[in-house]
Structure formats: C-alpha cells, structure tokens
C-alpha cells in the first residue's frame, strides 16, 4: 500500500489552521496514524485510528478519514508546531509503510 | 518513564556487519512487540523489521531480508538488529519503536543510531 501526502511542505503564520492530506493506493479503513518528527528527533505520535488523539498530544491537533483519504489537522499553529508530519498505515502490514512527509515552514 | 536507547551504530565498510541494540526500560518490555524503523540522511522513514512479544512472529522489509536479523532478550530488556552485507543504501538513522497495539501505531521511539556504510 502506497501513502501520498500534500502538499510535500507549506509556509505558514503562527495561528493558521493548517491541514495535511494522505491518500493510500487502496483502502485502509481507519488503520492510519500520524507523527510529528523535528529536526535531529524521533518521530513523536500524534494520533491512531485516524482520528484518536494520542495521550498527551495538544487537541490543537486533530485527524480524520477512513478508507482511502485523510487529513491531519492542527487548528491554530503553535511555534512548536514546525516540524515534518508523516502518516503511516497500519492496515495491511508487513510492510508498514510511511508517507513521505509533509514539512511545515515558518512564513 | 518509557525508555528506549539505541546503540552500536557507526561507520562499515560495504559488505560489512553491524550489530544495533535497544536498551528498554520503565515498561514490561516483554508484553510489547518492537520495529526497527530507518531514515536514510533527508528522507522519510522507511520500516525496516517488527518482531512480536515472544519473538515467535517476525516480519522484514524486502528491502533487507536475507541480511538483517531482528532478535529480543526478553531477560535483557533488550532488542537487537543483526546488520550482515551491508550497503551504502543501508546508510541512515535507525531507529526502534514500541507497539503497544498494531492498529494504534508506533507510539515510543528512541532516539536512533546512526550507521554509514561506506568505504
């Protein structure tokens, strides 16, 4: 199963809404997460089951989808927000496969 | 608090080994499965091999079956990646991550360790 996410980056402004989309080449049903990965960090779990926020994780953030298409969420950008967003599927596995990410610049 | 360190990452030549670990701690390390996951210098992440809580089912990337082996000590607290055949494509940081659930995604990761593989 091949992920696709759009755009591969985006300027932003502290305060936008932002939103992230990842396509998979069949459907997955809700079987997707979400991470967060900085620069020179490990990746950092968002959300699962497409849409449950991680223990922890601001609610800023959000997710939704089923099937083929997704998105990811954050409501009003925070600082701390930029950073590469990845998805990944958990559907059909091995393998696990990834996105390619989505990095969120500094406008 | 949920730890997992990586060591034994650094420079191979092609065709050469490595050995990575993954030290656990502050978890029941033996009721969770574990991946391997890698991220070639700038790119993505790219799963590399999962191996479940007894270590009775383990899954590779065709990327690197035939010359990576995953393993667990549970007594150790440990999980292992036995790198053979080595190719400078293997060069990235390499990363092992916790699965409490499958459906609920990778959600503890350690820090990574670098291998370069080059001559």
């Known amino acids: 199963i091949q992920l696709t996410q759009s755009p591969s980056s985006l300027s932003a402004s502290v305060g936008d809404r932002v939103t992230i989309t990842c396509r998979a080449s069949?459907?997955?049903?809700?079987?997707l997460a979400w991470y967060q990965q900085k620069p020179g960090k490990a990746p950092k779990l968002l959300i699962y089951?497409?849409?449950t926020l991680q223990s922890g994780v601001p609610s800023r953030f959000s997710g939704s989808g089923s099937g083929t298409e997704f998105t990811l969420t954050i409501s009003s950008l925070q600082p701390e927000d930029f950073a590469t967003y990845f998805c990944?599927?958990?559907?059909?596995?091995?393998?696990?496969?990834f996105g390619q990410g989505t990095k969120v610049e500094i406008k | 608090e949920v730890q997992l360190v990586e060591s034994g990452g650094g420079l191979a030549q092609p065709g050469g080994s490595l050995r990575l670990s993954c030290a656990a701690s502050?978890?029941?390390?033996?009721?969770?499965?574990m991946n391997w996951v890698r991220q070639a210098p700038g790119k993505g992440l790219e799963w590399v091999s999962y191996?479940?809580?007894?270590?009775?089912?383990?899954h590779y990337a065709d990327s690197v079956k035939g010359r990576f082996t995953i393993s667990r000590d549970n007594a150790k607290n440990s999980l292992y990646l036995q790198m053979n055949s080595l190719r400078a494509e293997d060069t990235a940081v390499y990363f092992c991550?916790?699965?409490?659930?499958?459906?609920?995604?990778?959600?503890?990761w350690g820090q990574g360790t670098l291998v370069t593989v080059s001559s």
């Open positions: 991550a916790r699965v409490p659930v499958i459906s609920n995604g990778f959600d503890n």
């Open positions: 502050g978890f029941t390390f033996s009721s969770y499965s």
């Open positions: 191996i479940s809580s007894s270590g009775g089912n383990i």
């Open positions: 069949q459907g997955i049903s809700s079987s």
């Open positions: 089951a497409a849409s």
């Open positions: 990944q599927q958990l559907n059909s596995y091995p393998p696990w496969t």
